[in-house]
Nanobody
């Protein structure tokens, strides 16, 4: 079985920072891409950031310059450093892992709430 354990969400004031972590464990063969998505109430889930095993990253336009994604391949862990948070960043954040053989896994989600 594969588990993605997320941590780091919470309540923060606008302009503040949070760091999300997601550790993957279990029978995962060859993780390729790790990333974060988010879903706000009444909205569709959207991509926040992705990072490849080689360290190449892409970001949603709405978070560029404020969020930084990184990963520790030895620990199968992905991080999302979120700075200059805005109320519109409020959402449930989900960790996503794409592995070999077309396997894809999701975390349970962690709530991020930014107050104005």
């Amino acid at each position: 079985q594969v588990q993605l354990v997320e941590s780091g969400g919470g309540l923060v004031q606008a302009g503040g920072s949070l760091r999300l972590s997601c550790a993957a464990s279990g029978s995962i063969f060859s993780i390729n891409v790790m990333g974060w998505y988010r879903q706000a109430p009444g909205k569709q889930r959207e991509l926040v950031a992705l990072i490849t095993s080689g360290g190449s990253a892409i970001y949603a336009d709405s978070v560029k310059g404020r969020f930084t994604i990184s990963r520790d391949n030895a620990k199968n862990t992905v991080y999302l450093q979120m700075n200059s948070l805005k109320p519109e960043d409020t959402a449930v954040y989900y960790c996503n892992v794409k592995a070999a053989r077309g396997n894809e896994y999701w975390g349970q989600g962690t709530q991020v709430t930014v107050s104005s």
